[in-house]
């Protein structure tokens, strides 16, 4: 039986943040993917554009000196690099939409494996009352990643051959970040990219019950 250990929440927006490439504007959505502005890796330029009106994010601010006037589309408070800038809603949208992000990294309730994305509504009571920007992101950014966990917390597999949720884009997503392994999504399927010590890619394709072609 196979032996390993999950990737915290920091170690996973590490691993997404190592793939991001240097001059890459990059928005991050609600959720854990707000977590990689915090390992960005030094030297590397990278923009962080917020749905809400921000260009040029930095880190979480310190405990202590968040400025609630400065805030993500999450409501968490951020900083702004030098040279950052905030703007009307509108403007961001356009941005969006307008083809100008190279990345979005969204958080999902469901992806397939031919890179459908579900990630605003399970329909249970309490849920996210409507998809927001994550259409807008999934389909204007020149490249969607999906940052979750690899299970629900029944243990069933959030990659999936076919999503039984509301669609937020179809074919749109180009790689699942996941606590356990990191996937490519393509037309034919699954492509195995790496996992954490001790689970290699037959052990994941039994978790998850779909094909992982070898890269």
């Known amino acids: 039986m196979s032996s390993y250990q999950k990737r915290s929440k920091d170690e996973l927006a590490r691993r997404v ?3 991001i490439h240097d001059g890459a504007v990059v928005n991050l959505g609600i ?3 707000t977590l990689v502005a915090n390992h960005i890796p030094e030297g590397r330029e990278v923009i962080l554009q917020s749905e809400n009106g921000i260009l040029g994010m930095g880190p979480a601010p310190a405990a202590g000196e968040e400025d609630y006037d400065l805030i993500n589309a999450g409501k968490q408070p ?3 690099l030098l040279g950052g800038a905030y703007f009307h809603h509108a403007d961001s949208f356009g941005m969006m939409r307008g083809g100008h992000l190279d990345i979005c990294v969204l958080g999902a309730f469901q992806v397939s494996a031919t890179g459908d994305l579900a ?4 329909g249970e009571p309490g849920a996210i009352p409507a998809v927001g920007g994550a259409m807008d992101l999934a389909i204007g950014a020149k490249q969607t990643w999906v940052m979750m966990d690899l299970l629900t917390k029944q243990g069933q597999p959030k990659i999936v051959a076919q999503c039984t949720y509301p669609l937020t ?3 749109c997503v180009k790689r699942i970040y996941t606590d356990l392994a990191t996937l490519a999504c393509t037309p034919e399927g699954l492509v195995f990219v790496d996992a954490v010590p001790g689970l290699d890619r037959a052990a994941l394709e039994q978790l998850i019950g779909l094909p992982i072609r070898a890269a």
Not at 119 to 122: A, E, K, P, R
């Open 17 to 19: 943040a190592q793939d």
């Open 31 to 33: 959720g854990q993917p």
């Open 78 to 80: 951020v900083t702004l």
């Open 119 to 122: 990630n605003w509504s399970t």
């Open 169 to 171: 884009g179809i074919g």
